[in-house]
């Protein structure tokens, strides 16, 4: 299987287009789809499991439907093969590929854990006792990780993830050097597509919007006059970054920036950022659903306060522009995450920059709209 590279090389917007329609992440042809069941039953159950919430709770409100949740209250083993493990028996992802599940390829792990290395404090989820798990080992294999948990039916209606739709999950970067030696967990990142989703349920794909992590993005702070590349700190931090890229160019318009890097949504502030061994959550809006985009996103450490770190918005962002064409307007169909990680093998210097991560999640969540996810104290 061919897995699409992350494009932060300065390629201008036509060779960049090429790269999104022959090379993908999760290989050509559909996502497999592991258990007959429609994306309202999926939701309708896992509203029903969402950790501490009741019945009344996981419903949708007047504004809004909570489609889709998972705690991760179930176990799932690292170093047990399982082709049909409790993401989907239970968390009712409709799709797994990992080393654990048996798909060649994917060069990391997913698991769920009811402790983490070095970490002493409670899960921040509601009622939470287990988590997941997300062990990318680009470092290790030298390669782009092909690994991923799917949601949707190719088979299915359109928009099974909305136009306008709304993510939120607790994440947790480990770093930790145990003086034993027994379960050290030193992760880095470099890059890595992180929600990936598909109009069609095929890959490689041109989806309308594609969530990212990097280490070096490219952001247009407030206050500043234009936009520029900058690099975190250390691999130890994580920038947010997004994109929108057509099969004949970008959807995104940066105007002030140069054409290679146009499309390419990073922070716009830098007020927080996602920071090891610390839980954040991370809170997304896309919307697609009219011919004008918008893409925003908020963090929140555990204990902080909530801070939008970036808008994009057509027609009220400053020198900017996302319009989607009429034909393309809605929707996808499924999403994969986390996706890649790191740099193919074939890239020479790029891939021996690869370094290994211990990602962790609680409370996954997809709604239609804010006031539908799921609310913690501040």
């Keep these: 299987m061919r897995k699409s590279p992350m494009r932060n ?34 939701a309708e159950s896992n509203q029903a499991q969402a950790k501490g919430a009741s019945s009344r709770e996981a419903q949708a409100s007047p504004a809004g439907k909570l489609l889709f949740f998972d705690g991760f209250e179930y176990e799932v083993k690292r170093d047990e093969v399982n082709p049909r493990p409790a993401f989907i028996t239970q968390g009712k992802w409709s799709g797994v590929k990992s080393i654990n599940s048996g798909r060649t390829g994917a060069g990391g792990y997913l698991y ?16 939470s006792r287990r988590v997941l798990a997300i062990e990318g080992r680009p470092g290790t294999l030298k390669t782009q990780t092909d690994f991923y948990l799917a949601y949707g039916d190719p088979q299915g209606p359109a928009n099974q993830v909305p136009g306008d739709v709304w993510f939120q999950f607790w994440l947790y970067l480990n770093y930790y050097d145990d003086p034993k030696d027994k379960e050290d967990q030193l992760s880095g990142f470099t890059n890595g597509k992180f929600l990936y989703p598909s109009p069609d349920g095929r890959y490689p794909t041109y989806p309308l919007w594609l969530f990212v992590f990097r280490h070096s993005s490219y952001v247009w702070l407030q206050g500043e006059k234009e ?9 130890q931090e994580i920038l947010l970054h997004a994109e929108s890229m057509g099969r004949d160019g970008p959807y995104a318009n940066i105007k ?26 991370v809170k997304l809006h896309f919307d697609t ?7 925003e996103a908020w963090l929140r450490p555990l204990g902080g306060k909530t801070v939008k770190v970036a808008e994009w918005i057509d027609g009220v962002t400053p020198d900017f522009s996302w319009k989607i064409p009429p034909d393309k307007v809605g929707g996808h169909k499924v999403f994969c995450m986390p996706t890649t990680m790191g740099d193919h093998a074939e890239w020479g210097d790029r891939a021996k920059n690869n370094r290994d991560c211990w990602i962790y999640l609680d409370d996954f969540a997809m709604a239609t709209s804010e006031d539908a996810l799921p609310k913690y104290p501040e």
Excluded: H
Excluded at 13 to 37: C, F, H, R, S
Excluded at 112 to 127: A, E
Excluded at 289 to 295: D, E, H, I
């Design 227 to 235: 936009p520029r590349e900058i690099e975190a700190s250390s691999y």
């Design 112 to 127: 769920t854990v009811d402790r983490i290395p070095g970490y002493k404090g409670k899960f921040p989820g509601r009622n």
């Design 9 to 42: 090389i300065s390629w201008p917007v036509v060779q960049a287009a090429v790269v999104w329609a022959l090379v993908g992440l999760v290989g050509a042809g559909t996502v497999g789809v592991a258990e007959d069941t429609s994306p309202a039953a999926q």
């Design 289 to 295: 659903s009219t011919t004008s985009a918008r893409y």
């Design 256 to 281: 002030k920036g140069p054409d290679y890097n146009r499309w390419k949504m990073g922070q716009t502030s830098l007020e927080e950022r996602i920071v090891a061994n610390r839980w954040t959550l």
